[in-house]
């Protein structure tokens, strides 16, 4: 089927700069919007950015002008560029796609979620 690997977290000071990507294989026909969401402890899982395949873009309130996401759609992969961190950034950030994906040649649709990777913002 299909799986989404993320890399990039780790732990930055505030103020601070981190790259994430999340890169989807296998038996993919099409993705259509990949989106990155976080959850902190003791919350639930929010949106933080979404783009559509066209290049359409959401951003949640709470990282307009700070965070940027992008793809490369030849890759399967999105960004998530993440400026100006604050200790209330901290969280697990997951991404995911809106797949139609192809299975003994039939086609499904199907949203995948990757791990998670932690991204901690502290001095």
């Known amino acids: 089927q299909v799986q989404l690997v993320e890399s990039g977290g780790g732990l930055v000071q505030p103020g601070g700069s981190l790259r994430l990507s999340c890169a989807a294989s296998?038996?993919?026909?099409?993705?259509?919007?990949m989106g990155w969401y976080r959850q902190a402890p003791g919350k639930q899982r929010e949106l933080v950015a979404a783009i559509t395949s066209g290049g359409s873009t959401n951003y949640a309130d709470s990282v307009k002008g700070r965070f940027t996401i992008s793809r490369d759609n030849a890759k399967n992969t999105v960004y998530l560029q993440m400026n100006s961190l604050k200790p209330e950034d901290t969280a697990v950030y997951y991404c995911?796609?809106?797949?139609?994906?192809?299975?003994?040649?039939?086609?499904?649709?199907?949203?995948?979620w990757g791990q998670g990777t932690q991204v901690t913002v502290s001095s």
């Open positions: 995911n796609a809106d797949t139609i994906y192809v299975e003994r040649g039939v086609r499904y649709a199907y949203v995948y």
């Open positions: 296998g038996s993919i026909f099409s993705i259509n919007a």
